[in-house]
């Protein structure tokens, strides 16, 4: 399980990298192993439009569930991963790379301290795991 | 035997664990008047009795064996081949439900899948779910798959030319959804219906905040005209299309995948359903496969098992509560089994060449009593351009009026009355024609027509 260090992470299990004024957001490691085989990736929020922490922006189905992932920090979405619908287990190969989903600049960047770090996310995970 | 599971002395015991002496005392909170209505039951009936009562009563009622039936208007008299009522009446089949754990029936799944397997033929879609109530409910899901589809788009466009009541359901599947509905505007008379209902027309509708265009295939009025021009101009504008077609008709003219349509949807009943009062009816719907993770209901796949035989199990139920819980953009957790096993084993008794057949002899019929409708003196034929099985006939004193005198005098169930709808319609009759309209029949009604008694000569 990869818990790269310069992410930021929340409870609903997606990461956010910052560089400079835009945030990138995707679904963690331990997100795509829980999903198992991903097979359907929408992301619903329209570039540019303005969002609220906690709004969904995208929505993935597995063979085993049905989720939605949630913007952590209120931003404006800037650019969606077009290759996503064509390519869902993409999700599953490199969920911290390629398959990143959308990219927005947060209203307030130091919204961002607010998230996990990978330490405390990777203990929050193993908390899970009984 | 009534399902009665608990003896007296059991019901005592529960009364005395919950503290209370009657079951009477449960209904406390419930006013005293409210609880239990005076029903005037008469005394109760031998079987012979109850039996004789009701056939008094099915007796009295006017149905399309003993009658010569020129009513359309959507729902449409068909012969039903009697293979169709001997297999749904089948035990193994008997049910209107899906089974909530559904791949123990295996036999129910196969005829779902081959029902969907017909549809996405008959329609020229790449692929149709498992069914809907009707064909008014299925139109409204085109609606929410298109929301869904095309985001951040807030307007649909109904042709006028779309069944009235299937309009009415869209707006009420519709309440409290951040959408505009228009273009289906009252029309002050026939020659503006027909007009916005023509695909040019609903073309100019569309703009860039449409998200749906909804055109008939036939439209109410029986008339046909090739979409594919307006699918053309739907897409160019970044809007999908839904196509309400008759299913039989599509026997006879080019399927709606063929002219782009995006969903194809419509009433199943002329697919060996009786007409049965209303219902149940079934509702069709069938769309792209680009878009089958926003088709609301289910959709049944063939597969394989771990011994490599064949199988069949409830692929994709993507909008729904059981997948999305919270999210879920739809509420048909089961479907019309029983009336998509009926339109299956019609279409497999049918054929292709079969249904042709029907369609064509519709077309035939149709195009006959019009051209002899018109000919009698006061009656017109006011539909423009080709029509399929139905068309409008322009009468000289109410519609209501004729109809009378034509189940009174001659047995004849006359056409709709197109001024029960539309305002500026009075006096105009849509008449349907089918294959069980004889050339007979039809000679009736314009014999019948043409000895209408004078004004006021009517009852």
Not at chain 2, 255 to 277: H, K, N, T
Not at chain 2, 286 to 313: I, N, P, W
Not at chain 2, 427 to 441: I, K, P, Q, S
Request: aromatic residues 8%.
């Amino acid at each position: 399980m990869q818990f790269p260090s310069h992410l930021k992470y929340t409870k609903s299990d997606e990461w956010v990298g910052l560089e400079g004024k835009v945030a990138t957001l995707g679904i963690t490691d331990y997100a795509q192993s829980q999903l198992s085989d991903i097979v359907y990736v929408e992301v619903t929020a329209g570039v540019g439009a303005s969002l609220t922490a906690g709004d969904p922006v995208a929505s993935i189905e597995s063979v085993k569930a049905a989720s939605e992932v949630y913007l952590p920090v209120s931003g404006t979405i800037r650019e969606i991963n077009g290759a996503l619908p064509s390519d869902p287990e993409g999700l599953n190969k490199d969920p911290y790379g390629a398959a990143w989903l959308v990219k927005f600049t947060p209203a307030d960047p130091k919204a961002l301290d607010q998230l996990m770090d990978a330490k405390a996310y990777e203990a929050f995970c193993a908390g899970r795991e009984h | 035997m009534p399902y009665i599971p608990h003896t007296d002395r059991e019901r005592e015991a529960m009364l005395e664990a919950i503290g209370v002496k009657t079951v009477d005392e449960l209904f406390a909170d419930v006013p005293a008047q409210m609880r239990f209505p005076r029903l005037h039951l008469p005394e109760p009936l031998s079987e012979i009795e109850a039996l004789n009562e009701l056939r008094e009563l099915s007796e009295a009622n006017l149905e399309t064996l003993h009658t010569t039936c020129f009513l359309g208007a959507g729902a449409y008299n068909h012969f039903i081949p009697s293979a169709v009522q001997h297999i749904l009446l089948r035990g193994e089949f008997y049910t209107a439900y899906t089974p909530y754990q559904p791949e123990i029936c295996q036999g129910t799944l196969q005829a779902i899948f081959e029902y969907q397997s017909l549809i996405a033929q008959l329609t020229g879609m790449e692929v149709a779910n498992a069914s809907h109530y009707d064909g008014a409910t299925a139109t409204a899901e085109a609606v929410i798959l298109a929301l869904n589809q095309v985001r951040h788009r807030k307007k649909i466009v109904l042709s006028p030319g779309l069944h009235p009541q299937y309009r009415e359901v869209v707006r009420t599947y519709m309440q409290g959804v951040d959408v505009e509905i228009g273009g289906d505007e009252a029309p002050a008379n026939l020659q503006e219906l027909q007009e916005r209902s023509r695909a040019d027309s609903l073309a100019s509708r569309v703009d860039e905040a449409t998200a749906l265009v909804i055109a008939p295939y036939p439209t109410f009025l029986g008339e046909v005209e090739d979409l594919a021009p307006l699918a053309e101009s739907v897409h160019r504008k970044g809007a999908l299309l839904a196509v309400v077609a008759n299913p039989i008709a599509l026997g006879l003219l080019k399927p709606p995948g063929e002219m782009g349509a995006d969903v194809a949807c419509g009433e199943g009943q002329p697919l060996g359903i009786p007409l049965s009062f209303g219902g149940p009816y079934l509702g069709f719907f069938a769309t792209r496969q680009a878009f089958v993770h926003k088709m609301s209901g289910r959709l049944v796949g063939q597969t394989q098992d771990t011994e490599g035989r064949r199988g069949y199990v409830l692929t994709l139920s993507a909008r729904e509560q059981h997948i999305k819980r919270a999210r879920a953009s739809s509420n048909i957790c089961t479907n019309q089994g029983l009336m998509a096993l009926a339109a299956a084993v019609y279409l497999s008794q049918m054929g292709k060449q079969g249904l042709r057949r029907v369609a064509e002899l519709c077309y035939h019929r149709a195009h006959y009593a019009a051209e002899r409708l018109s000919q009698v003196a006061g009656f017109s034929l006011a539909s423009r351009g080709p029509f399929f099985h139905e068309f409008v006939l322009r009468c000289p004193r109410p519609v209501a009026e004729i109809n009378r005198f034509l189940l009174d005098e001659w047995g004849i169930l006359g056409g709709y009355d197109l001024g029960r709808d539309f305002p500026g319609l009075q006096g105009h009759m849509l008449v349907a024609v089918t294959e069980l309209n004889t050339r007979e029949d039809i000679d009736s009604l314009v014999t019948a027509l043409s000895e209408l008694p004078e004004k006021g000569g009517l009852k």
